[in-house]
């Protein structure tokens, strides 16, 4: 297996790196990791709410939180997004799993992507925030991920969910966690003779293999790998996922299934709902999504995937790049496809007029 061919810096990262190379070179591996975090959290969440007062959205679309209790005795919350002029009409749904490699995420960080989402694809977005690194551990976020999507199954309802028209999503980090959630629920149904609960996935960028257990076996060679091949990308390098990867701890075996979904057999993937990818070719998660794209299509699996050659990972948070445009266009056009029948028929949900 050989995905090198997307992994060459494009012309237009170049030419953007070039004309900001302050904004790229700038590095705070002197601090803390907890004041990294703070910083990364207090950036990304003052980003989100310019973008949700200067685009008017937050007069469109109406949120709610619920405080969720998980497994451990503790709680998580989660919030609600949804299209203000739909009423209490039952809408498709989408459970949203933020990125931010376990450690960098909030509600608020998230709070524009979510409103732009439910106004623009007329769905209630439930965004589920779990806890995060070096503030937990192990399993920790995989854990919060499944009891968060399982109170939501529960409480369709409430939320002004269709159930029948329920996905599940996630961007980088939370790519595993959605990846796990779906299997999870693939398991239970056939476990319990039961409908599953998921009509679709999308996973943006995913991370499907803790850096310990990626199978370099099933490639051309080590360093035809995204792993080898993009150690030094920006925005996300080697250096960086060791990191990340070192916060989660070391009490759980680096192999455990729970946060290897990639790792998942073939045949315990048939039947899993159809599933959207969003790929950066110049990006050391690269290869994590195109294998477990390439395992479902394998295991008989509808995909579809979308790749950017040569562009590095999360570019789109750079929105002067031309690409940034294009990659909201296909995140979109990948929940519209998540969303839909086999026979790709979307039924648009009309305004609820005064």
Same mark, same amino acid.
């Given at each position: ?41 207090k950036?990304r ?51 949203? =799993? ?10 608020d ?22 806890r ?16 968060? =999507? ?58 499907? =293999? ?22 030094d ?28 979904p ?10 899993m709902?159809?599933?959207? =990818? ?60 998540a ?16």
């Amino acid at each position: 297996m050989d995905f090198s061919e997307w992994g060459k810096p494009s012309k237009e990262w170049l030419a953007f790196a070039a004309a900001n190379e302050a904004v790229l070179s700038y590095s705070e591996d002197h601090l803390s990791f907890l004041e990294q975090q703070e910083n990364a959290n207090k950036l990304r969440g003052h980003g989100a709410r310019v973008l949700v007062k200067t685009s008017g959205v937050d007069k469109l679309v109406a949120t709610e939180d619920y405080v969720v209790p998980t497994r451990d005795g503790n709680s998580i919350t989660i919030r609600s997004y949804r299209p203000i002029l739909l009423g209490s009409a039952a809408l498709p749904g989408y459970v949203y =799993f933020h990125g931010g490699g376990y450690s960098i995420g909030s509600l608020d960080t998230e709070v524009f992507a979510c409103s732009w989402l439910a106004h623009a694809l007329s769905i209630t977005v439930v965004h589920v925030c779990y806890r995060h690194t070096p503030q937990v551990k192990g399993l920790t976020p995989w854990h919060d991920a499944l009891d968060g =999507f399982e109170w939501v199954a529960t409480h369709t309802e409430k939320l002004g969910i269709n159930p029948s028209r329920l996905i599940v999503g996630g961007i980088s980090a939370g790519g595993s966690l959605a990846a796990r959630v779906v299997q999870d629920e693939l398991r239970w149904a056939r476990e319990t003779g039961t409908s599953c609960r998921i009509k679709g996935q999308f996973l943006g960028i995913p991370n499907v =293999f803790q850096y310990e257990a990626f199978p370099y076996h099933l490639f051309a060679g080590k360093e035809k790998t995204s792993i080898f091949q993009c150690r030094d990308a920006a925005i996300l390098s080697e250096k960086r996922i060791k990191l990340l990867r070192e916060l989660l701890g070391s009490e759980v075996d680096p192999h455990d299934p729970i946060w290897n979904p990639g790792l998942t057999d073939e045949e315990e993937l048939r039947s899993m709902p159809q599933t959207a =990818f969003l790929i950066c070719g110049w990006d050391p998660l690269r290869d994590e999504g195109l294998l477990y794209a390439q395992k479902l299509k394998n295991a008989g699996v509808r995909t579809n995937v979308h790749i950017f050659p040569g562009l590095p990972h999360a570019f789109n948070a750079f929105l002067q790049l031309p690409s940034s445009k294009l990659w909201s266009e296909a995140m979109l056009g990948c929940l519209r496809w998540a969303m839909a029948d086999e026979d790709g028929w979307i039924i648009e949900d009309a305004p609820v007029i005064p």
